[in-house]
């Protein structure tokens, strides 16, 4: 079991940066063990992945509409894992969401994670 928690969350101007964490706290594995993931939901859409991050912090993997824009990290030391957003534009505003899962990093792009936070919402403002 793995319960996460985020924040950071908060309202920006346009071109503005916020970093999200993500806390998690695990019964019967590590915290590394998971891969880590952030995905969003804007209003009437579907959730989207953002980014993602392999067990061991080396490998990353991003939609194309975040791509030299947002960071995903992770320190499992602190079982945390983070996304740092930079030139923030009005369509990265949504709810984001923080997910576990047991499947690689690259593989939560298409199938999502095992676990989910409950959001933090991001309002991007122009």
């Known amino acids: 079991q793995v319960q996460l928690v985020e924040s950071g969350g908060g309202l920006v101007q346009a071109g503005g940066s916020l970093r999200l964490s993500c806390e998690a706290s695990?019964?019967?594995?590590?915290?590394?063990?998971?891969?880590m993931g952030w995905f969003r939901q804007a209003p009437g859409k579907e959730r989207e992945f953002v980014a993602a991050i392999s067990r061991n912090g080396i490998s990353t993997y991003y939609t194309d509409s975040v791509k030299g824009r947002f960071n995903i990290s992770r320190d499992n030391a602190k079982n945390t894992a983070y996304l740092q957003m930079n030139s923030l534009k009005p369509e990265d505003t949504a709810v984001y969401y923080c997910?576990?899962?047991?499947?690689?990093?690259?593989?939560?792009?298409?199938?999502?994670?095992?676990?989910w936070g409950q959001g933090t919402q991001v309002t991007v403002s122009s």
């Open positions: 695990t019964s019967g594995r590590t915290f590394s063990t998971y891969s």
């Open positions: 997910s576990a899962a047991l499947i690689t990093g690259a593989s939560m792009r298409n199938r999502g994670g095992d676990y």
